[in-house]
């Protein structure tokens, strides 16, 4: 299955050819070639930002009512091409068509909420000190928006950018991961489809010299939405100080899982097992510690271990498939690191630890269970981005909310109990942009997605999404 063959880069409303050299996508189940994506240079890039700057001085001067009505239609065209897209995701993200059908829906709703959103842009007057005066309030949108999205995710990320700055009447120039190109020319050419004015949406791919690098050296580009490392958030919160950009980013996490003894193991695994597996643990919120308390922990890892043993792993194109591969070779080596530093400090593998022997394509790696670690294993310290659950015992609720802070993230948490009062002793103690309380649906449009600490700033979802792309203009008004 290729991708439609002229889509390329998306600059003035039109697909063109890019000049940069072709880059080879992968199918990560098979490890083969899908198709060559034309690739942008410096000068493309340089043309997409010319593109959005003419696409902001029409789109900004937009109605509301207009924005919101647009943003509904690239939601309707978004549901009549549920399949192909979907279909992309699998092949170049590798997770099964229910996981990338699931993603695709998630977008939608991104587009449904903002389209909502741009009409509830408010100011507010505040009585002035100057006679007859008053204080007038106001939001305009920030200007042109690079959108920097990773390959876990393809169309999510990007919808989770695009839609709160089209309401707010910003235009965008979207730079996804070259490892999952298809998905986002899918999702850019549903913007178009729908009748975003040109120049309002761009999409640049390739090499970071030619696109990550002029975007983030031009005055135009007023602010950068970032999905990736902690690592490269680092960097461009640097890059973006010389031309004084707005920052928003999501970066890494290394969630904790606390399990109380008035938890029902059962119920905890039945939720925990699949989110902790699905896009082979290649998730930024989905838990990698698992506390559990010791009345429960034998149960739990041989209940958890039994659950993942069974999981059936396959091509994401294959409807049973419940697990398909890690992205690329890198990430693989990067797992079995993990795991060989785990069974070194004394870790016992309860399930999976290895390349699956039925397997013997692509880059899949089995569902793996660890139990019995110290906290200084690399299972436990670092966000592992894999299919692993590193397992640990606790005793005492301080005890656990302490082991639970350490270390620089602070995206997700979760939390399993059905007493009210620990309910929010838990909230209170952990250190977490979000928490999971019996659940783990924290991404949703409707709520604000983010973390504190080294896993980012700023929020994606909710009301509070579409600030990240106002600036905030006051006015002193004397009659």
């Excluded at 399949?83 to 587009?111: M, N, T, V």
């Excluded at 950068?224 to 490269?232: H, Q």
């Excluded at 597996?277 to 922990?297: K, M, W, Y």
């Excluded at 294993?377 to 640990?392: C, H, K, R, S």
């Amino acid at each position: 299955m290729a991708l439609d063959s002229h889509f390329s880069l998306f600059i003035g409303g039109e697909w063109q050819t890019g000049h940069g050299a072709p880059m080879g996508v992968v199918d990560p189940a098979t490890g083969e070639t899908l198709y060559e994506m034309p690739s942008a240079n410096a000068q493309d890039t340089a043309e997409a930002i010319k593109s959005a700057e003419l696409g902001l001085k029409h789109w900004r001067s937009s109605s509301a009512w207009t924005r919101a009505d647009t943003l509904h239609a690239i939601a309707n065209v978004m549901v009549e091409r549920t399949e192909e897209a979907a279909r992309h995701i699998s092949l170049e993200a590798g997770k099964p068509l229910a996981q990338s059908r699931r993603e695709w829906a998630l977008c939608i709703d991104q587009f449904r909420w903002y389209a909502e959103e741009a009409r509830r842009i408010y100011g507010r007057i505040v009585e002035s000190r100057a006679p007859g005066g008053r204080i007038e309030i106001l939001h305009e949108p920030v200007g042109i928006v690079a959108a920097f999205t990773a390959w876990n995710f393809p169309v999510v990320l990007i919808a989770r950018k695009v839609a709160p700055a089209l309401a707010a009447g910003c235009s965008v120039i979207v730079r996804p991961s070259s490892e999952v190109p298809g998905p986002a020319a899918i999702i850019i050419d549903c913007m178009r489809q729908a009748g975003l004015p040109a120049g309002v949406v761009n999409l640049v791919v390739g090499p970071t010299s030619e696109t990550y690098q002029p975007l983030m050296a031009s005055q135009s580009v007023r602010k950068v939405s970032l999905t990736g490392s902690t690592a490269i958030g680092q960097q461009m919160i640097r890059d973006a100080a010389a031309t004084m950009k707005r920052v928003s980013m999501e970066l890494g996490g290394n969630a904790p899982m606390i399990v109380f003894p008035d938890a029902d193991v059962e119920k905890v695994l039945d939720v925990a097992v699949p989110t902790k597996f699905a896009n082979a643990g290649q998730v930024c919120v989905t838990p990698d510690r698992f506390f559990i308390h010791e009345s429960l922990h034998d149960a739990f890892v041989e209940g958890f271990a039994k659950r993942a043993k069974a999981l059936k792993l396959g091509h994401g194109l294959d409807e049973t498939s419940q697990m398909g591969p890690l992205i690329n070779e890198r990430r693989r080596k990067a797992i079995e690191t993990i795991v060989a530093d785990a069974v070194a400090r004394g870790g016992k593998i309860r399930a999976g630890g290895g390349r699956p022997a039925e397997h013997n394509r692509g880059f899949f790696f089995e569902p793996t269970v660890i139990s019995d670690l110290p906290d200084e294993a690399l299972a436990l310290a670092e966000e592992n981005f894999g299919p692993i659950a590193a397992i640990t015992r606790f005793t005492k609720a301080d005890e656990v909310y302490a082991r639970a802070n350490t270390g620089g993230f602070g995206l997700s948490a979760y939390v399993f109990t059905r007493d009210p009062s620990r309910i929010r002793e838990a909230v209170a103690s952990i250190e977490s942009g979000m928490v999971g309380v019996n659940s783990f649906a924290l991404a949703a449009a409707e709520a604000p997605f983010g973390g504190i600490k080294d896993s980012g700033m700023g929020r994606e979802g909710g009301s509070e999404g579409i600030h990240d792309y106002l600036n905030v203009k006051l006015s002193q008004v004397t009659l």
